[in-house]
């Protein structure tokens, strides 16, 4: 017997009734809504409500935590993948929340997992006389599961559907938990046994997708509760992305809400200052978990406004973070992975099995930008370069700081207990042996081990260069001192000591440039040992012991100086420059002071300085090199060495020069006496060894003083024979060249050589020949130079030159200004009479005046011409062409080019320059100067012509003003000759053009200014003829024809040049063309004469068209009206006559006249004037005509 369905389903719902007692919050309540989300195809709705957190019922009586939880891990089976093997904390954690959702399961679906048979159950109410049938007869293994929930059913009465339904749905978030525990979340198949529990359960999309987020949320929580990060969770948080099928958003609110709830739970139990610590097990966790978050959020690809939106809220969440804070404490958690990553590479590097694209993949996995990488690979090569010196990884830099330290603890109360406290440091520092690391180096083997490290971590040369010069330096250095102290101390020879440091630079790797830096400071290092040592003798005045310490000093040098020679470095060529600069505080005299420096050359100078057996005391030769040398390791100057010697042996010199002076200028200088006195000066130089710039530095204000003396004991300032000859005694005595004591005679006899000179000039102010030897014969005698002497001529002619051209500046403005201008300008009220002819001024800044300076102008030219003072200098070259005769009799002349000089004349003095005239009244007298050379008539007229450029450079006017004075005449003389010419003779002939040359060549004006000028002028007569034309309102076809061919004889453009419009032109084209073309002169035969009007006038080709066709289309409108108004009248021959006018004019336009015409009136016109008389017509222009004036009536042909 068959066991009823019904009777199995009460059965079932019987069993289940007891076991849907859950909190609402678990799961949440079934909706309509449903959206697609577009993943994988399939209809899941994004999460857009806030859920509780990880599904937790909250009820009171859970004290379940998924951070901390005390629950027995369930019994569900787990995947035993890799994934989970390395997750650790994510699969717990949804054992707990399994867990946890189990105490809100009811009893049926708890017991019941498959969520179809427990909705068979519910189906619907039943009796309960079903409910003992079905006890009775438990036929099949449905009813026998289901057997011991009948009980319940008995106090339920019944079970509803849609219980039964939200008890499945509410099972669904555990289900996923479940599922993902069964499959592993790496597993192919778990996406699709995920979303199978979204059918099974009844769940719509939108709270599908909200328990799978949920899911996510508490597998990340737990992945975070395990403080050690692992690599392998990235792939397991990718893993688990895909295997819930979530999207970027999704993704995003997960981890907030895990964020928010992980914080809260871990705050319960851990303060905010445990939380600073950065080794504290739950900041560990919670940097985790930002780590987690930032590299699930770059992997998933979100654009860079989606993370930072993102990133910043699950930062917020814990603890309130901002993003760069998060971003670091995520970087920190990075880089240790990274770190090993490096360390394996090291350790891997000769198996071949490390690669830069797998640091590169390594970067990528865990975030790690360029700039982090670098630093870190930098540090991974710093810690293989130790290992290849058989050093320890780490630099343990403590031990160094004993020292320092020892005294750092000791509190000082004053300024004695400082300087006791210094030395006691420096002594420590003194103390101290160069350490020997001589046996630090690298292995064998090692500049290919890191040749490899240094390609996989893609360092530069510079960078690996830069990092083993960092680990090796110190030892290169200790070497390097060691080896220089040996070489000072003379038991290494240079050679050998160089030798050493070579080599050991070659055992630490070391580029030639990095050891050439490093070498400057060793060698001023090891010298300025010893200088530290003599400046505390010094310092006290113990100055034989700062004698031979200085003395060491400078053999130290010497040997240091020898050991670079070795090497052959360009850099220590200037040793003292590279290594003795008292402005660097790190070169060997750079911590002294500028008075030590002093002071210890003071005494050492004073040292050099003995007694010979004569009592006389000097300094030895050897004694003077020494000196030199101390000078550049001091930083001394020469000049500072030469003050010394002047300080010391310097009022010896000067005595003994102050008597030879003043023994000499007693007079009767005999050879005797100079032997005698040069004696005793050379004896002092020689003793002592003074050079000649010291010997002149005394000498030469002495001979000053001797010229002076004679000067003003001389009458008139003049010396005489006697005292000139004292003075060149006095020269050789003291070895003073005579261009050297120019300047001082000319001091003193400048004055009396000024006053010979105008005393030449005279009451004619020109210096004769006669007088020009014995200026020459004074200057010599007064010891003065051919340049100086120059000066002073030019300043006397000046002086002489300033009244002249005073009253030629006032006679100008007298003649050009009213008297008011004058009064204005000068300040003076002037009368009347005041003027010439005792009128009012006249005159203006044109072209004449009434008054004539020309006579004033020419005496100052004259002046200044006949006393030389216009000079000639050679500008350039030029090639010029010269015949010479041949070399062989009857041979041809030859024709070679040569190079010859181009000279200017100069102006040493001007107008300008002495300030004695502006330069408006200058620009004024030269326009007056002119206008004059060129109106004048007598016999000064060529003399005016060729004076007119000196005196432009005696006024002090440049080439360019005065060729712009002559233009501007120029073009006055021009536009009023011109103008006269063309009015009287319409143009210009050949007599005009060469008249206009001489005034081109008298006025200067450049062959260029002058066509300009010209072409300006006749552009300005053509525009006013033009306007005059146009303006009269009679404007006949033949005025336009020949103002045109006028225009084209003169090359001018009439749109360009003369100005007209171009609709004037258009009109000019019009009016000329018209009577030709009424009258049949202008034909289509004859179009040539169109194009040569319409190209004179400056008109396209296309507007020469548009008016002819314009000009026909007019006429044509009108003929039609004739010819059809004589067919009407019966005037057949006129309308002949003017069919024959259209066919002329249809000729131009291939008959397109554009005309409407009848059909009536073109057929009876046809007709006609094919009746028309042809005789004598050839016949293929008769057919010509006919298509034509079809053509212009519209006929079909």
């Known amino acids: 017997m068959r066991f009823h369905s019904a009777a199995c389903a009460v059965v079932l719902s019987a069993a289940a009734t007891s076991a849907f007692s859950f909190s609402p919050l678990a799961v949440p309540p079934a909706t309509s809504s449903v959206r697609n989300n577009g993943i994988a195809g399939r209809s899941f709705a994004p999460t857009s409500v806030a859920r509780p957190a990880f599904g937790l019922p909250s009820s009171s009586n859970n004290h379940l935590s998924i951070i901390s939880s005390t629950t027995?891990?369930?019994?569900?089976?787990?995947?035993?993948?890799?994934?989970?093997?390395?997750?650790?904390?994510?699969?717990?954690?949804?054992?707990?929340?399994?867990?946890?959702?189990?105490?809100?399961?009811?009893?049926?679906?708890?017991?019941?997992?498959?969520?179809?048979?427990?909705?068979?159950?519910?189906?619907?109410?039943?009796?309960?006389?079903?409910?003992?049938?079905?006890?009775?007869?438990?036929?099949?293994?449905?009813a026998a599961r289901a057997v011991v929930g009948a009980f319940a059913a008995v106090t339920a009465g019944g079970v509803g559907k849609d219980a039964v339904d939200e008890d499945v749905r509410r099972s669904c978030p555990a289900a996923i938990a479940r599922r993902l525990l069964e499959l592993g979340v790496d597993d192919a198949n778990v996406a699709d046994g995920i979303y199978d529990l979204k059918e099974d359960h009844g769940v719509d999309d939108e709270d599908f997708a909200n328990m799978r987020t949920e899911v996510y949320a508490v597998y990340l929580a737990g992945m975070a509760m395990n403080p050690l990060a692992k690599t392998a969770e990235l792939k397991e948080l990718a893993s688990l992305k895909l295997a819930l099928d979530l999207d970027n958003m999704q993704v995003g609110q997960a981890h907030a809400d895990a964020a928010a709830k992980f914080y809260r739970d871990v705050t319960r139990f851990t303060s905010l200052d445990e939380l600073d610590d950065e080794d504290h097990p739950d900041r560990v966790s919670l940097d985790k978990l930002l780590f987690l978050t930032e590299r699930a959020f770059r992997q998933g690809g979100e654009t860079e406004e989606a993370f930072t939106f993102e990133f910043s809220r699950v930062a917020r969440a814990l603890g309130g973070l901002t993003i760069a804070e998060g971003l670091q404490r995520a970087k920190d958690v990075a880089k240790p992975f990274y770190e090993r990553a490096l360390a394996s590479t090291r350790a891997k590097l000769n198996s071949g099995a490390v690669s830069p694209d797998m640091l590169g993949r390594a970067?990528?996995?865990?975030?790690?930008?360029?700039?982090?990488?670098?630093?870190?690979?930098?540090?991974?090569?710093?810690?293989?370069?130790?290992?290849?010196?058989?050093?320890?990884?780490?630099?343990?830099?403590?031990?160094?700081?004993?020292?320092?330290?020892?005294?750092?603890?000791?509190?000082?109360?004053?300024?004695?207990?400082?300087?006791?406290?210094?030395?006691?440091?420096?002594?420590?520092?003194?103390?101290?042996?160069?350490?020997?690391?001589?046996?630090?180096?690298?292995?064998?083997?090692?500049?290919?081990?890191?040749?490899?490290?240094?390609?996989?971590?893609?360092?530069?040369?510079e960078d690996a260069d830069y990092e083993i010069s960092a680990a090796t330096t110190d030892y290169w250095r200790n070497t390097?001192?060691?080896?220089?102290?040996?070489?000072?101390?003379?038991?290494?020879?240079?050679?050998?000591?160089?030798?050493?440091?070579?080599?050991?630079?070659?055992?630490?790797?070391?580029?030639?440039?990095?050891?050439?830096?490093?070498?400057?400071?060793?060698?001023?290092?090891?010298?300025?040992?010893?200088?530290e040592k003599v400046n505390a003798f010094a310092r006290v005045n113990n100055a034989a012991a700062t004698y031979d310490g200085l003395v060491d000093a400078i053999a130290a040098k010497e040997t240091c100086k020898e050991v670079l020679k070795e090497a052959g470095w360009s850099e220590f060529e200037d040793f003292e420059k590279a290594c003795f600069d008292p402005y660097d505080k790190a070169s060997a005299c750079g911590f002294l002071t500028n008075q030590d420096r002093h002071s210890m050359y003071q005494i050492f100078f004073n040292r050099s300085v003995k007694a010979d057996e004569d009592g006389t005391k000097n300094i030895s030769d050897e004694s003077y090199a020494l000196l030199k040398e101390l000078r550049g390791m001091l930083g001394l100057s020469e000049d500072e060495g030469v003050a010394q010697v002047r300080n010391y042996f310097g009022p010896e010199l000067q005595g003994v020069l102050t008597m030879a002076t003043d023994e000499i200028l007693r007079g009767n200088a005999n050879d005797a006496l100079l032997?005698?006195?040069?004696?005793?000066?050379?004896?002092?130089?020689?003793?002592?060894?003074?050079?000649?710039?010291?010997?002149?530095?005394?000498?030469?204000?002495?001979?000053?003083?001797?010229?002076?003396?004679?000067?003003?004991?001389?009458?008139?300032?003049?010396?005489?024979?006697?005292?000139?000859?004292?003075?060149?005694?006095?020269?050789?005595?003291?070895?003073?060249?005579?261009?050297?004591?120019?300047?001082?005679?000319?001091?003193?006899?400048?004055?009396?050589?000024?006053?010979?000179?105008?005393?030449?000039?005279?009451?004619?102010?020109?210096?004769?020949?006669?007088?020009?030897?014995?200026l020459e014969d004074l200057r010599s005698r007064l010891g003065v130079s051919e340049k100086a002497a120059k000066d002073v001529y030019l300043e006397a002619i000046g002086e002489r030159m300033v009244p002249m051209v005073q009253f030629i500046s006032n006679e100008m403005e007298r003649l050009v200004l009213t008297q008011e201008q004058l009064s204005q300008k000068r300040g003076v009220d002037?009368?009347?009479?005041?003027?010439?002819?005792?009128?009012?001024?006249?005159?203006?800044?044109?072209?004449?005046?009434?008054?004539?300076?020309?006579?004033?102008?020419?005496?100052?030219?004259?002046?200044?011409?006949?006393?030389?003072?216009?000079?000639?200098?050679?500008?350039?070259?030029?090639?010029?062409?010269?015949?010479?005769?041949?070399?062989?009799?009857?041979?041809?002349?030859?024709?070679?080019?040569?190079?010859?000089?181009?000279?200017?004349?100069?102006?040493?003095?001007?107008?300008?320059?002495?300030?004695?005239?502006?330069?408006?009244?200058?620009?004024?007298?030269?326009?007056?100067?002119?206008?004059?050379?060129?109106?004048?008539?007598?016999?000064?007229?060529?003399?005016?012509?060729?004076?007119?450029?000196?005196?432009?450079?005696?006024?002090g006017l440049t080439n360019e003003k005065m060729e712009e004075i002559g233009s501007n005449i120029g073009s006055m003389v021009y536009d009023n000759y011109i103008t006269q010419s063309m009015s009287t003779k319409g143009a210009l002939d050949q007599q005009d053009m060469m008249f206009l040359a001489n005034i081109q060549g008298k006025l200067g004006i450049s062959a260029e200014d002058g066509e300009r000028m010209l072409l300006d002028t006749q552009k300005k007569i053509i525009s006013e003829e033009a306007s005059a034309m146009f303006d009269s309102g009679e404007v006949s076809p033949e005025n336009i024809k020949a103002f045109r061919e006028k225009c084209n004889s003169m090359g001018l453009d009439l749109e360009g040049d003369v100005g007209i419009t171009k609709s004037r032109l258009i009109t000019m084209f019009q009016l000329e063309i018209t009577p030709g073309i009424d009258s049949g002169e202008i034909t289509i035969e004859s179009a040539d004469m169109l194009a040569e009007i319409q190209e004179s006038l400056g008109l396209t080709e296309e507007e020469g068209e548009e008016v002819v066709a314009g000009l026909i289309t007019d006429r044509a409108n009108g003929i039609l009206a004739d010819i059809i108004g004589c067919m009407m009248r019966g005037k057949d021959v006129m309308s002949v006559e003017s069919m024959e006018k259209l066919v002329q004019y249809?000729?131009?336009?291939?008959?397109?006249?554009?005309?409407?015409?009848?059909?009536?009136?073109?057929?009876?016109?046809y007709n006609l004037f094919e009746s028309k008389d042809w005789s004598g017509v050839d016949e293929a222009d008769v057919e010509r005509q006919k298509e034509l004036l079809k053509i212009a009536f519209g006929m079909s042909s």
């Open 72 to 142: 027995t891990p369930s019994s569900s089976s787990s995947s035993t993948t890799s994934l989970n093997l390395a997750g650790g904390g994510g699969p717990e954690a949804l054992e707990d929340y399994i867990a946890t959702l189990s105490h809100t399961e009811s009893k049926l679906s708890s017991k019941l997992r498959n969520p179809r048979l427990v909705k068979l159950a519910g189906v619907a109410a039943l009796p309960l006389s079903y409910v003992v049938g079905a006890a009775v007869t438990p036929s099949r293994r449905l």
């Open 675 to 774: 032997e005698n006195l040069q004696e005793k000066v050379d004896k002092v130089i020689n003793d002592f060894k003074l050079d000649a710039e010291m010997v002149y530095s005394y000498a030469g204000p002495l001979y000053a003083r001797a010229v002076s003396e004679i000067g003003a004991s001389t009458p008139g300032g003049i010396p005489s024979t006697e005292e000139v000859a004292t003075l060149a005694s006095l020269r050789e005595l003291l070895k003073i060249d005579v261009e050297e004591t120019y300047d001082v005679n000319l001091q003193t006899f400048g004055a009396a050589y000024k006053k010979g000179i105008k005393e030449a000039l005279g009451t004619t102010g020109v210096i004769t020949e006669e007088y020009r030897k014995p």
């Open 830 to 955: 002037f009368g009347e009479d005041y003027f010439k002819g005792g009128g009012k001024a006249s005159g203006k800044l044109g072209m004449g005046t009434d008054g004539n300076i020309m006579s004033d102008i020419m005496n100052l030219i004259d002046f200044y011409v006949e006393n030389d003072i216009v000079q000639k200098e050679a500008v350039g070259t030029k090639k010029v062409e010269r015949k010479v005769p041949s070399d062989e009799e009857g041979g041809e002349e030859k024709t070679i080019t040569e190079e010859e000089p181009v000279y200017e004349s100069t102006y040493p003095i001007t107008a300008m320059g002495l300030e004695c005239i502006d330069s408006q009244v200058a620009e004024l007298c030269y326009r007056q100067f002119v206008v004059s050379s060129f109106t004048d008539q007598s016999p000064n007229a060529a003399r005016y012509e060729a004076s007119k450029a000196t005196w432009g450079g005696i006024l």
């Open 1146 to 1165: 249809a000729a131009f336009v291939d008959g397109d006249l554009g005309l409407q015409v009848e059909e009536a009136n073109a057929n009876r016109a």
């Open 363 to 461: 970067r990528g996995t865990l975030g790690i930008d360029e700039v982090e990488a670098k630093e870190m690979h930098i540090e991974a090569f710093d810690k293989e370069i130790r290992i290849q010196l058989g050093l320890p990884e780490e630099d343990d830099d403590d031990d160094d700081m004993d020292d320092y330290n020892e005294f750092q603890d000791k509190r000082v109360e004053t300024v004695g207990e400082v300087k006791k406290k210094l030395e006691a440091m420096k002594e420590v520092e003194a103390g101290k042996a160069i350490e020997d690391t001589s046996a630090i180096k690298f292995a064998d083997g090692a500049y290919d081990t890191l040749s490899k490290l240094q390609g996989v971590l893609e360092l530069s040369d």
């Open 480 to 531: 390097v001192l060691a080896t220089l102290d040996d070489a000072i101390a003379g038991t290494k020879t240079p050679a050998k000591a160089w030798e050493i440091i070579n080599a050991r630079q070659k055992e630490l790797y070391l580029k030639d440039s990095a050891v050439r830096e490093m070498m400057t400071s060793m060698v001023m290092q090891a010298l300025g040992r010893p200088l």
